[in-house]
């Protein structure tokens, strides 16, 4: 899973999560693949933001990575009254996992502040990958609108732009949190901006039968996957677990991962019943959303990274009409 966008993983890179199972899972996969993480920005999505910073300060101190800057970030939409996604990742973001607390304290810098930072210092260099709703960057946006040609590229889990929502039927979950900041996120002037929606991420998925093969008794990154997604298998019944994070945070550090096409996006933010609803046009500039993924070829890579007992599956656009 190498291409000419490879080398993007020597690339400094900022991942904004609002940790929850996935980005919990994103962040493991990050940490595995040796990405050169500069820093980690939260904001209030599956869990209020207090929640979300404590359960990313105990992540990347079980990774062995509490190094790792944590920013805390927005504590609510931009305009939107604030709704959680406990029922799906559980009343402590994590799955009921009761992970040692970290020694480590967040950092001082707000995560706005430090996107900002980080696009000004890494000017031409930056990776941003934002795993949350994107009231953080929007915020920077506003703040600094020149982050838009000094951060290299931009990664973003959001939308549902072929196929219904995850939240509502017309909505994906981190569009529907905060559509006002996905709307001016979608619609600023970005050099490089990919979209991974639920397009996608609905191709890569964790079957329950490689979890279940997962040895129980396991302190490192296997362990980890294996407590995260018990809740999924076991409680909520599903028989997949959808690698919507984790896809994100790989096409940032290879986007070979993925193909698409270049369109305006549309984003409803009233209070309606299509609330977050994602609507594409096709254009010469603009996001380049996410349409087609070799899907196989990153499950796998990502059970390798894990030390999942996975076999070995094939590459190529599975999704190929
Ligand atoms: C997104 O919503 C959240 O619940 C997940 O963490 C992921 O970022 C998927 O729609
Ligand atoms: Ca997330």
Same mark, same amino acid.
């Given at each position: 899973?190498?291409?000419?966008?490879?080398?993007?993983?020597?690339?400094?890179?900022?991942?904004?999560?609002?940790?929850?199972?996935?980005?919990?899972?994103?962040? @493991?996969?990050?940490?595995?693949?040796?990405?050169? &993480?500069?820093? #980690?920005?939260?904001?209030?999505?599956?869990?209020?933001? =207090?929640?979300?910073?404590?359960?990313?300060?105990? $992540?990347?101190?079980?990774?062995?990575?509490?190094? &790792?800057?944590?920013?805390?970030?927005?504590?609510?939409?931009?305009?939107?009254?604030?709704?959680?996604?406990?029922?799906?990742?559980?009343?402590?973001?994590?799955?009921? #996992?009761?992970?040692?607390?970290?020694?480590?304290?967040? @950092?001082?810098?707000?995560?706005?502040?430090?996107?900002?930072?980080?696009? @000004?210092?890494?000017?031409?260099?930056?990776?941003?990958?934002?795993?949350?709703?994107?009231?953080?960057?929007? *915020?920077?946006?506003? #703040?600094?609108?020149?982050?838009?040609?000094? *951060?290299?590229?931009?990664?973003? !889990?959001?939308?549902?732009?072929?196929?219904?929502?995850?939240?509502?039927?017309?909505?994906?979950?981190? #569009?529907?949190?905060?559509? =006002?900041?996905?709307?001016?996120?979608?619609? %600023?002037?970005?050099?490089? &901006?990919?979209?991974?929606?639920?397009?996608?991420?609905?191709?890569?998925?964790?079957?329950?039968?490689?979890?279940?093969? &997962?040895?129980? !008794?396991?302190?490192?990154?296997?362990?980890?996957?294996?407590?995260? !997604?018990?809740?999924?298998?076991?409680?909520?019944? !599903?028989?997949?677990?959808?690698?919507?994070?984790?896809?994100?945070?790989?096409?940032?550090?290879?986007?070979?991962?993925?193909?698409?096409?270049?369109?305006?996006?549309?984003?409803?933010?009233? %209070?309606?019943?299509?609330?977050?609803?994602?609507?594409?046009?096709?254009?010469?500039?603009?996001?380049? $959303?996410?349409?087609?993924?070799?899907?196989?070829?990153?499950? @796998?890579?990502?059970?390798?990274?894990?030390?999942?007992? *996975?076999?070995?599956?094939?590459?190529?656009? =599975?999704?190929? =009409?």
């Amino acid at each position: 899973m190498t291409g000419r966008n490879a080398d993007i993983n020597k690339s400094p890179l900022v991942i904004d999560v609002d940790t929850g199972i996935d980005d919990a899972v994103a962040l @493991a996969l990050a940490v595995g693949k040796g990405a050169n &993480i500069l820093g #980690v920005t939260t904001v209030a999505g599956n869990v209020p933001i =207090e929640v979300a910073t404590r359960n990313t300060l105990d $992540v990347l101190s079980y990774l062995g990575r509490d190094d &790792i800057p944590v920013h805390r970030g927005a504590s609510r939409p931009l305009v939107a009254e604030y709704q959680d996604a406990t029922h799906v990742h559980g009343g402590n973001g994590l799955g009921g #996992v009761d992970l040692a607390k970290s020694g480590a304290d967040e @950092a001082a810098l707000a995560g706005p502040a430090f996107i900002i930072q980080s696009a @000004a210092k890494h000017a031409g260099d930056l990776t941003l990958v934002t795993l949350g709703p994107l009231t953080n960057l929007a *915020i920077a946006l506003n #703040v600094r609108p020149e982050i838009t040609y000094q *951060i290299r590229r931009v990664v973003v !889990m959001g939308g549902a732009f072929s196929l219904p929502g995850n939240v509502t039927p017309h909505s994906e979950f981190n #569009v529907y949190v905060d559509p =006002e900041a996905a709307r001016q996120v979608f619609e %600023a002037d970005w050099g490089d &901006i990919t979209l991974v929606g639920l397009d996608v991420t609905h191709q890569t998925v964790l079957s329950r039968e490689l979890w279940e093969r &997962i040895p129980e !008794m396991n302190d490192g990154p296997a362990g980890l996957v294996r407590g995260l !997604m018990a809740r999924t298998f076991t409680e909520r019944a !599903m028989s997949g677990f959808y690698l919507h994070d984790p896809l994100a945070v790989g096409v940032a550090l290879d986007l070979d991962l993925v193909q698409g096409t270049f369109c305006s996006v549309a984003v409803e933010s009233s %209070a309606s019943a299509t609330r977050g609803e994602t609507t594409v046009a096709a254009a010469d500039r603009g996001p380049r $959303v996410a349409t087609r993924v070799h899907a196989a070829a990153f499950v @796998a890579e990502f059970g390798a990274v894990l030390g999942l007992p *996975i076999a070995d599956a094939a590459s190529g656009f =599975e999704n190929a =009409e």
